[in-house]
């Protein structure tokens, strides 16, 4: 079966970088990635890096032909300086633009990171955001759509995002994971790791469809991807 080419865009993220990791070293997945500045690469990568303003992302897209595209572009409300509108052009804006080129170069997978409690009635202008464009994306016809929606992302920024308030919920994370059951086990926090083997599995789906994926959903599919890439191992060290 030949290689899924597989584009991530906003890999300077929490889960743009654990993407790239858990790539490393595995073969179904050729990976690129598109970032506004440089990054250094994680050991042992074997992949395409492209640097450039959102301008040409379109351009990008549309010359590599990708099976897949991974959106995993995001700001907060205080990286934004609190203002609705520099809110908006990330997480609202950006996202379209590039599901608009995605949908233009006729590329049939697209994957987005959205957020748990997302819901465009929602009186928190985030999850609302978020929610708008999960509605929006819905509407664009992809042949396939996966929407994640992680609950808290449990893994180590860069020091320039450094997020107090987040690191303190992570730290508590597992206490209150234990205490989230029925409906609300899907609020419980995953890993940026989980995150990127969900990206990974579902970037090899051929069925088509339009999909939402909560807690239980992202980690059944993040053990199959541990399941597949062990028997991938395992086969690879018996050819030796």
Not at 28 to 42: C, D, F, G, K, Y
Not at 175 to 182: A, E, K, M, V
Not at 187 to 200: E, P
């Amino acid at each position: 079966m030949s290689k899924r080419r597989v584009l991530v865009i906003g890999a300077t993220g929490l889960i743009g970088r654990a993407v790239m990791q858990c790539a490393v070293g595995y073969e179904p997945v050729h990976l690129a990635a598109i970032a506004r500045r440089r990054i250094e690469l994680p050991m042992g990568a074997r992949m395409e890096m492209f640097v450039a303003d959102s301008a040409h992302w379109a351009d990008i897209i549309e010359s590599l032909q990708p099976d897949a595209v991974v959106c995993a572009l995001g700001t907060t409300w205080a990286k934004s300086g609190e203002d609705e509108d520099a809110f908006r052009a990330v997480d609202e804006k950006l996202v379209l633009q590039v599901a608009q080129a995605t949908k233009d170069a006729g590329i049939r997978q697209f994957i987005c990171v959205s957020a748990i409690g997302a819901g465009r009635q929602s009186k928190h202008l985030y999850m609302r955001v978020k929610g708008e464009v999960e509605d929006t994306l819905q509407k664009m016809r992809f042949t396939r759509l996966d929407i994640l929606r992680p609950g808290l992302l449990r893994g180590t920024r860069d020091d320039a995002d450094p997020r107090p308030r987040e690191r303190l919920a992570i730290t508590l994370s597992p206490l209150i994971d234990l205490l989230l059951h029925g409906s609300y086990r899907r609020y419980r926090s995953i890993s940026d790791k989980r995150m990127a083997q969900v990206i990974l599995e579902l970037a090899q789906e051929r069925a088509g469809g339009r999909f939402v994926h909560e807690y239980d959903s992202l980690m059944r599919i993040a053990r199959r991807f541990e399941r597949d890439r062990a028997e991938r191992d395992g086969a690879g060290h018996g050819q030796r």
